[in-house]
């Protein structure tokens, strides 16, 4: 005999008679079964059901046995009438029709919770459903009895019990006749796959069912372990996420990140295949793209990809400049050369006033610019070099500004002065620079 909905959380705890419940309702068997075991215990409850229109005559059938059940008892009673697109996966549309119009109800009649009926058979379906489709870990797992504010209560029955439940308090239903045309995957893994197999194998849905949850045990355990590593591994900026990267043999990391962001499987089966590929690019259907670096993976979204600053010139004798890379400052000084400490970071410059030509340039860096590394008299090398020697990053490349006097590259903010207007012993008049990056890119 089918235990109580108390018995059943009596471990989860999952509701209460306080609270306002919703019961997604198809008129099978497991939900009905589930509407009379929560009507006979006294929950406050009311019931939501769409009608697909797809089974002509028996999809309304279905539909006025629920409401002549919700009416009998005086429980409140949804119904949401919709024609599917035939073309379209049909069990997908209707699964995202049937939980939009829960959520709006919920939001609507401030329900604290939506009930489903997904019982033990349901979970064997998936596990095989999910294999079928090349699933990792948290797609063989056992479903939750709790996901937010969707509860699953009757997990741990099987619908052997539900059948034996109705025939005893003579529960009213009504068997979709599709269930039994093995055109869909789901209904081929129940009608012909798990059939054979249990022919052949005694007890082999109780033994899936065993290792469902030894799989959920050991997704558990590896679930605290990933949420230590991505507090250490993974950072969440304004317009970007990167991720350090790991040892190859720990990608399975890397991958569960990947599939919060939205990333496709077979996407991140071709990012592990070009793991150590510096500057490989790739993209997902939510418009990310990832660059591999040296170090790390970086994500973006894709309408980040043409940055176009126009060129910026300093006349005035002090300013800033906030751009898209960040805040640039300066200031005029005169000064007694024997007193100037020089910069120790390549965020902040000086150059000798009397020694350029005015005005200065700031601009991003361009294919073909050179510059005359500090200590390096005489030697030009191209920024590129010196930004590929420095292992800036393909999407931080974009970001790259220099700052200019007519031809010459006076300084690459953040990254490397020149030896052009450098000052010297008689130096008594000075622009001094300060790059401030903006570190939310």
Not at 119 to 136: K, P, V, W, Y
Not at 270 to 281: D, M, Q, S
Request: aromatic share 12%.
């Amino acid at each position: 005999m089918l235990k109580t909905p108390r018995k059943v959380i009596q471990n989860q705890e999952l509701f209460s008679k306080n609270d306002k419940l919703l019961i997604g309702v198809s008129g099978g068997i497991d939900s009905m079964v589930l509407c009379d075991v929560l009507y006979r215990e006294g929950f406050n409850f009311s019931i939501a059901h769409c009608n697909y229109a797809l089974r002509a005559k028996d999809s309304d059938l279905d539909e006025q046995l629920i409401l002549q059940w919700a009416l009998e008892r005086n429980i409140p009673c949804f119904i949401k009438q919709v024609t599917i697109n035939s073309n379209s996966n049909i069990q997908e549309e209707a699964r995202n029709i049937r939980y939009l119009f829960f959520n709006e109800l919920r939001a609507h009649e401030k329900f604290n919770f939506i009930l489903t009926a997904h019982h033990a058979d349901d979970q064997i379906e998936t596990f095989f459903l999910n294999l079928s489709r090349g699933a990792g870990l948290k797609g063989l797992k056992a479903m939750a009895f709790q996901s937010n504010y969707i509860l699953r209560p009757f997990l741990e029955i099987r619908k052997t019990t539900l059948y034996d439940y109705a025939s005893e308090h003579e529960v009213p239903y009504r068997e979709d006749f599709t269930n039994h045309a093995s055109k869909y995957l789901r209904n081929f893994i129940r009608n012909d796959v798990l059939t054979l197999l249990n022919k052949k194998i005694p007890a082999f849905d109780e033994l899936v069912l065993r290792s469902i949850q030894h799989l959920t045990a050991v997704d558990q355990f590896l679930e605290i372990i990933y949420n230590e590593w991505k507090l250490e591994n993974v950072f969440y900026k304004s317009n970007s996420t990167e991720i350090i990267k790991p040892v190859l043999d720990r990608f399975y990391f890397v991958s569960t990140a990947l599939v919060e962001l939205g990333f496709h499987p077979e996407t991140i089966l071709e990012i592990k295949n070009h793991y150590f590929t510096t500057g490989k690019l790739f993209y997902d259907k939510n418009e990310h793209e990832l660059l591999i670096d040296r170090d790390l993976l970086i994500i973006r979204k894709r309408n980040n990809q043409q940055i176009i600053e126009s060129n910026y010139l300093i006349e005035d004798a002090s300013g800033q400049f906030i751009g898209l890379a960040g805040i640039l400052k300066w200031e005029e000084e005169r000064i007694d050369s024997a007193a100037v400490k020089f910069p120790d970071s390549q965020n902040t410059c000086i150059i000798d006033y009397e020694k350029t030509v005015y005005p200065l340039i700031y601009r991003k860096w361009q294919d073909g610019d050179v510059i005359q590394p500090l200590g390096m008299a005489g030697k030009h090398k191209k920024v590129q070099d010196v930004l590929t020697d420095l292992k800036v990053s393909l999407f931080d490349k974009e970001l790259v500004y220099v700052l200019a006097s007519e031809t010459e590259i006076l300084w690459i903010p953040g990254y490397l002065r020149s030896e052009i207007a450098k000052l010297n012993a008689n130096s008594k008049h000075i622009l001094r620079f300060e790059f401030i990056k903006n570190e939310n890119l």
